[in-house]
């Protein structure tokens, strides 16, 4: 836009010259009353240029106004992309451990098996019940598929033994995966996670000393957007609820984002 408004100035200036010119060649012609009837005086070269110098500034501003809401745009359609994979990303997790040591029978064993600072494996006897040789509904019958839901004293069914952790695919993206004994390999939640940090806390508060001690889980995260804005620099400190840093200051061109939350595991402890 300022080569244009230049170029424009120039026409400008040009045009400023030849109004000495015009003025003179104009005396030649006389006045409107010299003009033979019907005719009238028609615009000069000169008068020419000037508007078109005119045209070509206010069009020249509409275009950067126009460039600037179409990038304004653009970075907020990053900013809500990036809200929205975070948050699917801590939903499937906060309902997930809530659930973890869940053990109605007291004999399956459910509890955090593992409890790192970016991982977590835990499980849980939420199913079976279908194959469990116990009428579970009290309808007269055993072993019916509308008990699937209900415990069965193992933990080795689908969806009962679960790790959660970082991990980067074939595309060279890093996610959040999720996997368990019937997937092998990490399942991916959500992309483009920079950072995952989990603190175990006891039931005071503290964080937990050992994993029997574990009953709250403080879950954070860092995603960022899909494409780089040049215009942007990221010096954020991302931090986790005890103050820790997670990650190193990004000194990137990516926007991001950071969540992070308490989970209470109400099945630990009991």
Do not use: W
């Not at 275009?63 to 499937?92: F, L, P």
């Not at 194959?131 to 080795?156: H, L, Y």
Request: aromatic share 6%; proline share 2%; hydrophobic share 40%.
């Amino acid at each position: 836009m300022k080569n244009i408004i230049k170029a424009a100035k120039r026409y400008a200036e040009s045009a400023m010259r030849q109004m000495g010119h015009a003025a003179t060649n104009a005396e030649s012609f006389g006045n409107d009353a010299d003009l033979a009837p019907g005719m009238a005086s028609a615009f000069t070269l000169v008068e020419l240029l000037i508007g078109m110098v005119i045209s070509l500034i206010a069009m020249s501003s509409l275009y950067g106004t126009h460039v600037c809401q179409q990038k304004a745009a653009m970075v907020q359609e990053e900013i809500v992309g990036v809200q929205q994979n975070i948050r699917v990303a801590m939903y499937h997790m906060e309902r997930e451990f809530r659930m973890a040591g869940c053990d109605p029978t007291g004999s399956a064993g459910a509890g955090i098996v593992t409890a790192g600072s970016n991982s977590i494996a835990f499980t849980s006897d939420i199913t079976g019940g279908e194959g469990d040789g116990i009428d579970n509904d009290n309808d007269g019958s055993i072993d019916e598929a509308d008990e699937a839901g209900f415990s069965d004293g193992a933990c080795n069914d689908s969806n009962e033994d679960i790790t959660y952790g970082l991990f980067t695919d074939t595309d060279g993206i890093q996610k959040l995966g999720r996997k368990s004994p019937s997937t092998a390999a990490y399942l991916p939640i959500a992309e483009n996670i920079d950072a995952l940090n989990f603190v175990y806390l006891n039931a005071s508060g503290g964080v937990a000393a050992t994993i029997s001690d574990i009953r709250s889980i403080q879950i954070t995260l860092v995603a960022r957007a899909n494409r780089a804005d040049n215009g942007y620099t990221d010096t954020s400190q991302y931090l986790n609820q005890q103050g820790t840093s997670i990650m190193p200051i990004p000194n990137d061109n990516f926007r991001r984002k950071l969540l992070t939350t308490e989970v209470r595991c109400r099945n630990l402890g009991l």
